[in-house]
């Protein structure tokens, strides 16, 4: 059975959660695998909606084991918030939620830190959702970070804290003049944390391997994207952890070689949230219409985001990246009412038209986008359930990207709700999951 990642290949938000719901029923598991709260994942199912943060969206699904990888970063107050909202809705937990007892806590000092840096930044400000995220993985790599299985061992745990909260207070009064934290107060509240979830914290990379030995399949599920990772994305407006395939087997222990292939999945335009370079934003009235025709605001912390054309520059490096073995395209719907779409080919940089992206900040801050100008097709895309049926142009424009980023397309969403994806003919997808096409018609 195949153990596949699906990742973002732009700067989030390009409807991950919606293909991994899609390809859930084919699979035994899924496992997050990077990132904390700060990223959301909205999966529509029928009439109802579901934002989910730490908890992987295969969990809409009965049956489906559901693992928070040792990878993510946990805010335990958030989680736990979160399985209650589920729960009342109706999904199990029981069972099918498991927890590394290697995964990062945030810690309540994490946030306060991460709003104090955001502010001393001024200009250079990164455009954090002020969660902590970064923070806690600041100490995870210093080696003073609390992990999860710390939580279960009170006197370890309280041992840790302590020489922590003392750091961090000094920190928050001396550099930020920021309100500090007592040793008790913490305590108090997260062992009542420990409490709640301590069924759920499990040794997850000896379970996954005795899964995958004993046949199931796994889906990976990313967090933000290719272009907000640590290492390859637009540094230093990035997220804190390993975002790309990489990620995958470092952030749940599953080895590479266990890893049969790439899904990414790429909005049919862009957006990016928080501060950085964009070469391709869009400005006024055609950033408002795509803005309000995608509901482009965080699922997280309802930002609007930044809306620009699709960039195939972008695509092409997250392709190479990533190994991508095919391309989920999302959105597409939101252009059909565009006389006139827009595709970035190039950069201009200092008179030079380049086609492979600049990882220098300098050179990126200096990009121009080179368009490629291509007609509107004026015909609502929502309910077509084969490429052949989508209007001309459009195929023209999707064929078009492909060529581009050199990439097959394996589906094509048209809309939030699951069935409203279009299974593209001859993908890698169906060889890895036969029935796919069947499931949604």
């Not at 520059?313 to 095919?326: S, W």
Request: charged letters at 20%; hydrophobic letters at 40%; a negative charge.
């Amino acid at each position: 059975m195949p153990n596949i990642v699906v990742v973002g290949t732009q700067w989030g938000d390009e409807g991950k959660g919606k293909v991994v719901d899609v390809l859930t029923p084919h699979v035994n598991v899924v496992v997050r695998y990077a990132g904390g709260n700060n990223a959301g994942h909205t999966v529509v199912v029928g009439k109802e909606k579901y934002v989910l943060h730490s908890i992987p969206s295969g969990i809409l699904h009965h049956g489906c084991r559901c693992v928070i990888g040792c990878g993510v970063v946990i805010d335990p107050g958030a989680l736990i918030e979160e399985m209650e909202t589920l729960v009342q809705r109706g999904i199990s937990l029981d069972g099918n939620l498991f927890i590394s007892k290697n995964a990062h806590l945030i810690m309540p000092y994490h946030p306060a830190l991460d709003r104090a840096s955001e502010a001393k930044l001024g200009s250079r400000r990164i455009g954090t959702t002020g969660k902590g995220v970064g923070p806690a993985y600041m100490d995870k790599a210093g080696r003073v970070g609390i992990r999860m299985a710390d939580l279960l061992d009170e006197r370890l745990f309280r041992e840790k804290l302590e020489i922590n909260v003392a750091q961090k207070n000094r920190l928050l009064r001396e550099i930020y003049d920021a309100q500090t934290f007592t040793v008790d107060e913490i305590l108090n509240h997260y062992l009542r944390y420990a409490g709640w979830l301590a069924p759920y914290i499990t040794d997850t990379p000896l379970l996954l391997s005795r899964w995958i030995d004993s046949g199931y399949s796994v889906l990976f599920e990313g967090a933000q994207a290719t272009m907000l990772d640590i290492d390859h994305g637009t540094y230093p407006y990035i997220t804190s952890s390993s975002a790309t395939a990489g990620g995958a087997a470092t952030g749940t222990g599953v080895p590479p070689t266990r890893i049969h292939g790439v899904l990414g999945v790429a909005k049919a335009y862009t957006t990016r949230v928080g501060a950085g370079p964009f070469p391709t934003e869009m400005k006024g009235e055609a950033a408002e219409h795509i803005r309000a025709r995608g509901n482009e605001y965080g699922a997280t912390t309802g930002r609007p985001r930044r809306c620009g054309w699709f960039d195939a520059v972008v695509l092409r490096y997250a392709a190479r990246i990533n190994g991508l073995d095919t391309v989920a395209l999302t959105k597409l719907d939101v252009l059909d009412q565009c006389e006139m779409v827009k595709i970035c080919t190039g950069y201009r940089v200092r008179g030079e038209v380049i086609t492979d992206f600049p990882v220098e900040e300098s050179v990126l801050s200096e990009a121009e986008p080179v368009y490629e100008e291509v007609s509107g097709w004026g015909t609502p895309t929502s309910h077509v359930k084969n490429e052949s049926d989508l209007p001309a142009k459009a195929r023209q424009y999707v064929e078009r990207l492909e060529e581009l980023i050199g990439v097959p397309f394996c589906l094509i969403s048209t809309g939030a709700v699951r069935d409203e994806t279009i299974v593209c003919e001859d993908s890698p997808l169906l060889r890895w999951f036969p029935s796919v096409r069947a499931s949604l018609l």
